[in-house]
């Protein structure tokens, strides 16, 4: 395969620049992340709508401002396939958010792929090519790069081409339009932005814990996001998830209590338990500071549980139409609040194509709901 193999700022500049005056680009990522905090970029594939191919190396160009530019550039729209994490990578690494992206797994859902489909079986499905996927787990770091992973890395950029332009003509203007919100979705700097303070937000399991509770947990999640950036190394490596919310319920108030915790390793008590220790006492002493339980959505009523089961129901058959997890596409939560008149996340992108909308029907007495040929269908 022909290619562009850029490892000088300058052969880099070179490249990126007559691609700003193209319509659209396809790009991936390759990194590493086992034991570090950050996500190390490895490599950076770009594929142009003409078919140029070329590799970046991240380890050898000392100024990577051109990749960032066109990242940037609103009138290039950047074609990924699973988007989110390449942009995580290329905002930390770059500094700044990509702009105008298209995500073709997002996409891929009107086609019938499911919510969560792998590039490999995309393309095999649509393209009726087979990609060999075994460098999955290679070691991207290492240099001089393999044939075999070079081949790999532009096998995920080649391919997306077409498959981008297969989208472009089967997918209606409709569908497009609901994508451009997923799409906005992504670009949400909120998501890839670090905040020890605000990492206890994305903890799970704190649904039942008490205000005092969840000062502890808003506490020790901060330490650890800053222990864990200071040391470079993953987050769960200093304490996990578990620990925390155990030590939120059972909190120790000496050094001796933290080996009674079954969540706490004895190496993590000899390494950091003195600074748990403290993290515990400033939670206490600052109850100001304990997050507010949030306000609870008035449960269901008898008769709203009736509607909730029947829409429910149909969302599972919508979900097995189109090879989704039911949880992916839908929340009960979210059908309640639609059933109410109230801000739903499934009134924006792919969900209310696929089911918000009619179901928005159902409860406006628009659609009745019937069985044919054994499925649930909404008919207006």
Same mark, same amino acid.
């Given at each position: ?49 003409? /078919? ?14 051109? $990749? ?49 489909? &792998? ?31 070079? %081949? ?13 332009? @297969? ?37 799970? /399991?704190?649904?039942? =814990? ?7 947990? @808003? ?35 000496? =050094? ?10 004895? /190496?993590?008590?000899?390494?950091? &338990?003195? %600074? ?5 006492? !400033? ?9 507010? @339980? ?29 090879? $989704? ?12 609040? =639609? ?25 406006? @007495?628009?659609?009745?709901?019937? !069985?044919?040929? &054994? ?6």
């Amino acid at each position: 395969m022909n290619y562009h193999h850029i490892t000088t700022s300058l052969q880099l500049a070179d490249f990126c620049r007559p691609l700003h005056h193209q319509a659209w680009l396809a790009i991936d990522t390759e990194f590493v992340r086992q034991d570090t905090y950050y996500p190390l970029l490895s490599l950076v594939q770009v594929c142009s709508q003409q /078919g140029e191919l070329a590799i970046i190396d991240p380890l050898t160009i000392e100024d990577m401002s051109p $990749l960032w530019a066109l990242l940037a550039d609103k009138q290039v729209c950047k074609v990924f396939h699973s988007a989110r994490q390449d942009i995580e990578v290329l905002f930390q690494v770059g500094g700044l958010m990509p702009q105008a992206i298209f995500d073709t797994q997002i996409a891929c859902v009107f086609l019938g792929h499911g919510d969560m489909a &792998g590039f490999a079986r995309v393309i095999e499905a649509e393209l009726n090519v087979q990609i060999d996927k075994d460098q999955t787990r290679t070691n991207w770091h290492q240099r001089p790069l393999s044939d075999r992973q070079i %081949a790999y890395a532009l096998d995920d950029v080649r391919y997306l081409v077409p498959l981008y332009q @297969k989208l472009q003509t089967q997918l209606t203007d409709e569908q497009k339009q609901a994508l451009e919100w997923d799409f906005s979705q992504l670009l949400d700097a909120a998501l890839y932005r670090i905040d020890p303070d605000q990492a206890w937000l994305k903890l799970k /399991g704190t649904q039942h =814990l008490s205000p005092k509770q969840l000062g502890i947990v @808003k506490q020790l999640c901060a330490w650890r996001e800053r222990t864990a950036i200071e040391t470079n190394q993953p987050r769960k490596w200093v304490i996990s998830d578990e620990a925390m919310i155990a030590l939120a319920k059972r909190p120790a108030r000496a =050094l001796e209590g933290l080996y009674k915790i079954s969540e706490i390793n004895a /190496g993590q008590v000899r390494q950091y &338990g003195d %600074a748990l220790i403290e993290q515990l006492d !400033i939670a206490f002493q600052q109850p100001d500071s304990w997050p507010e @339980k949030p306000a609870k959505t008035l449960p269901a009523s008898t008769q709203e549980d009736i509607v909730l089961n029947l829409a429910l129901a149909y969302a599972h058959q919508v979900a097995l139409n189109n090879q $989704l997890n039911l949880a992916n596409l839908i929340q009960r939560r979210d059908v309640l609040a =639609l059933l109410r008149r109230q801000a739903s996340p499934i009134q924006h992108g792919w969900r209310w194509i696929l089911i918000g909308r009619e179901l928005q029907d159902l409860f406006s @007495k628009n659609a009745p709901l019937k !069985i044919i040929d &054994g499925k649930l269908v909404l008919t207006s």
